[in-house]
């Protein structure tokens, strides 16, 4: 089975930095990883994602990078703002049978 | 947002009864699932279903059961709750159409206290 571990469970950035968040995967023949950011009180919500035919995709403020070597995953933030403050997820998976997460890390903006 | 709700939001019980908590969706997507978040624990899958009447276990499956009769309803059912089932409940869907083939949407979850 999979396992998604978790490299940090808080992470605090200044405003404006660009923030990185870390996930590493256990099963290389993952094809699929997804990055969810949850706010307190709701359901986890899309950001990004990529495939394992990709090491890299951008998409508005956001980057993710895919190393398969290593089974690792990031995600960058630029520019980190306030409403980016939330716990963001990791997900892996191949197939219809759902997602594995990782524990999740705890992103806080300091003014 | 995806037209998912789950009711009821938040319920409390006693150990030992039963509870059924319903996901509902407006999407006519095929693939349900059903998770639990516990603190220290991420999201864990309980049961997924894969359409109409056909149903699969999950990692955290024990305690719980699941039903599909219709397409838009999936339904988790703890028969006899325990303190341990004491959690926040998300349904997910899925329909694997999309460019983001394996993307799931979430529901605002339900969270159950049992005493």
């Known amino acids: 089975g999979e396992s998604v571990g978790l490299h940090l469970p808080t992470l605090s950035v200044q405003e404006g930095d660009n923030s990185i968040i870390n996930c590493a995967y256990s099963n290389s023949a993952s094809d699929y990883f997804i990055w969810y950011k949850q706010e307190s009180g709701k359901g986890p919500q899309f950001i990004i994602d990529i495939r394992s035919n990709m090491d890299k995709r951008q998409g508005q403020r956001v980057t993710v990078l895919l190393n398969k070597t290593v089974k690792h995953l990031s995600l960058q933030i630029a520019a980190t703002q306030p409403g980016d403050s939330a716990v963001y997820f990791c997900a892996v998976g191949g197939g219809a049978d759902g997602l594995t997460f990782g524990k999740g890390t705890h992103l806080i903006i300091q003014p | 947002d995806a037209g998912i709700t789950q009711s009821p939001r938040h319920k409390v019980t006693e150990t030992g009864t039963p509870v059924t908590l319903r996901c509902h969706q407006t999407e006519n997507h095929r693939y349900m699932y059903w998770y639990r978040q516990d603190p220290g624990h991420g999201l864990r899958l309980i049961h997924y279903?894969?359409?109409?009447?056909?149903?699969d276990k999950g990692e955290v499956s024990d305690g719980y059961s699941v039903s599909r009769s219709k397409t838009e309803d999936f339904l988790l059912t703890l028969e006899s709750a325990t303190s341990s089932q004491t959690s926040v409940y998300f349904c997910?869907?899925?329909?694997?159409?999309?460019?983001?083939?394996?993307?799931?949407?979430f529901g605002p979850g339900t969270r159950l206290t049992v005493l």
């Open positions: 997910a869907i899925s329909d694997f159409s999309g460019l983001a083939e394996n993307e799931q949407f």
């Open positions: 279903s894969y359409g109409v009447k056909d149903t």
